[in-house]
């Protein structure tokens, strides 16, 4: 059988190792899902109930993996979907190859049916974005595309015209007249770890030298370099503060780390921030300059594998361009080994404080069901090499500070780009790459209703994930956006009663409990996890938990008190929710 573009495009995606193609079919596809089914033995196509979902699990595949991700859809409207999932891989910096049709070069420009101009649209997300207009474009294109994608750890889109999908793929259709020729390649690439230099590293320590209380921070761009971190922390008496998406890059109970920074981190952290006198930043660009220290008050190191996001937040005296783990081995042995371990000690202290005040959130008696309590239930439950998936919204602060890293558990969410509804099929994709492995997602009832028809693709695709919906009615997060901007709560929370999303499960054929009891919570979540197959845990939880701050500053407070003095709802069961956290914490 003749060989035609879209089975070369099928042949070297095998070439370059891809075993899995997230996508939804369609005519505009047809000559590329002709091409997968002629190699379905080498690579499989996971059919999805939407095509955002789709470019979600390519990107939670890629996140994991670190191997490319790859996600198809048809012209036009499959290919508009794809897009939220793939600027989730563009912000936060995984490697992913969406593959989309285009109307066949004919009528191009006529105003034909589902006539959208996607390497236009596509102009701002991919760093690789062609449309292939020739089959001697073949399979050059693809290898530049996919080169791009892993080097740069960004988006790559191909589109393909309908008649060029079904060509020949050693067709010529055209006279030659200048002297190029056709992109000639072979399936491979270099992505070499980028050393640092010497020069760069010597700066690095005189500042570090010179530094007496240092504060490390770390994301997710160190993942790799663990054994480094804690090595350089240890010798420099640093505390190590952690970004939400580097959660996982050392264990939360490790007595170095004092935790997570930002809205959703911890109150030590916080408040070490504004004491130290140096800044060592490894593997993060961290965005929000408000929890950072305040310019002139500390000196600011930073290691990052791209040079473009050196010095973007603070003024940075000693910047390094290379791979963390590199970096970090080399810094080592240029570090004199701290005599003074008083700050570290301190923040060690409060701590354990901070601990022991989220331990006692947990509060089993509580009904409504406290958030914190039940994300404590899932953390007790699951396995050390649990991997996590998280949606945005008030779940991302109670994963934060309520799923424990410990052994080879991992943690993933939406980190720049902070979309609803990448939990679940987040969960799909990394369970593909990982069959071995418990992965959990955790949900709002907000983001999980967008995309909960992929519950019947794991289910048909017999893939064990675990759902744990935190079920509050409401979009929580923006409602307390609201509130702390002085207003009061409007159009955020959707009518009683609240949706039975384990009877959606067990429709579709898995296990499903829907919580509202307290004490039934452990049983469920421990047999979900032992369930052989897909399970969900639809649980209501107590809608008017707030998501406090680590530490609530004079501000929030003010306008905490104008949105209730301006006509708050629900104002004496929020109360209620804020004094009895205050209550465990003082018992604590």
């Keep these: 059988m003749t060989e035609i573009v879209g089975e070369s495009l099928a042949r070297r995606l095998v070439e370059w190792g891809v075993d899995t193609i997230f996508g939804l079919p369609g005519d505009g596809i047809n000559g590329l899902m002709e091409g997968f089914r002629r ?6 196509f996971i059919l999805v109930h939407h095509e955002e979902a789709a470019a979600f699990m390519a990107t939670g595949y890629a996140k994991a993996t670190g191997r490319l991700g790859v996600c198809a859809a048809t012209s036009g409207p ?32 006529t105003h034909y049916q589902q006539e959208v101009h996607l390497d236009r649209l596509y102009q701002d997300l991919a760093a690789y974005n062609l449309m292939i207009t020739n089959p001697q474009q073949m399979p050059g294109v693809v290898d530049l595309a996919i080169r791009n994608a892993l080097t740069r750890r960004t988006v790559s889109h191909l589109t393909f015209p309908n008649d060029i999908q079904v060509a020949a793929a050693a067709e010529d259709p055209y006279r030659h007249v200048g002297p190029g020729t056709p992109p000639a390649s072979m399936p491979n690439c270099s992505v070499a770890p980028l050393r640092p230099a010497e020069d ?31 090595a350089v922390a240890e010798k420099l008496a640093s505390p190590i503060v952690k970004t939400l998406p580097g959660k996982f890059t050392v264990p939360d109970d490790h007595p170095l780390t004092t935790g ?16 130290c006198d140096t800044l060592f930043m490894v593997g993060t660009s961290f965005p929000y300059g408000k929890y950072l220290p305040q310019e002139g008050q ?40 701290a005599k003074d371990r008083s700050f570290l000690e301190k923040y060690q202290r409060r701590m354990d404080d901070w601990r022991s005040d989220m331990k006692a959130l947990q509060d089993p008696s509580r009904d409504p069901i406290a958030p914190q309590y039940l994300m404590g239930c899932v953390d007790e439950a699951a396995s050390d090499d649990a991997i996590l998936t998280c949606d945005s919204g008030t779940i991302a602060t109670w994963a934060a500070r309520h799923w424990t890293i410990r052994g ?27 069959p071995g492995r418990q992965v959990v997602a955790f949900v709002g009832d ?27 009615n409401s979009y929580g997060q923006i409602l307390w956006e609201q509130i702390i901007l002085g207003y009061p709560e409007y159009a955020v929370r959707h009518q009683r009663p609240e949706a039975d999303f384990a009877a959606w499960a067990r429709a579709c054929g898995a296990y499903g409990a829907k919580i509202k009891d307290p004490g039934d919570l452990p049983g469920a979540i421990r047999e979900a996890l032992a369930h052989d197959g897909p399970a969900l845990v639809d649980c209501d939880v107590d809608p008017n938990e707030p998501p406090m701050p ?37 018992l604590s």
Excluded: C, W
């Design 550 to 586: 680590g530490r609530v500053k004079y501000d929030q407070a003010k306008h905490f008190a104008e949105a209730f003095l301006r006509g708050q709802p629900h104002k004496a069961s929020t109360l209620a929710a804020v004094a009895r956290d205050k209550i465990n914490e003082l």
């Design 260 to 275: 997570g920074l930002g809205l959703l981190g911890t109150a030590p952290s916080e408040e070490l921030m504004e004491e």
């Design 446 to 472: 907000g983001g999980f209703a967008m995309l909960m028809a992929d519950f019947l693709t794991a289910v048909r695709h017999g893939l064990p994930i675990k759902v744990v919906v935190n079920n509050n």
């Design 39 to 44: 190699q379905r033995e080498k690579i499989r």
């Design 298 to 337: 500390a000196r600011v190191v930073q290691i990052d594998a791209d040079p473009t996001l050196l010095g973007i937040r603070r003024p940075t005296e000693a910047p390094v361009a290379a791979d963390a783990k590199l970096a970090l081995q080399a810094l080592l042995p240029m570090l004199e080994e």
């Design 78 to 109: 499959g290919a508009i979907h794809l897009l939220n999932g793939l600027y989730d891989a563009k912000l936060d910096h995984v490697p992913v190859l969406a593959l989309t049709g285009m109307q066949e070069t004919s009528v191009l420009g």
């Design 408 to 434: 080879g558990r991992e943690f993933y969410l939406s980190g720049n780009l902070a979309t609803m509804a990448p939990g679940l099929p987040y969960a799909i994709g990394i369970q593909h790459a990982y």
């Design 200 to 230: 760069e590293l010597v700066r690095a320590a005189d500042v570090l030298r010179q530094g007496h209380k240092i504060a490390m921070l770390v994301g997710v761009g160190a993942r790799h370099a663990r054994d480094e971190i804690l």
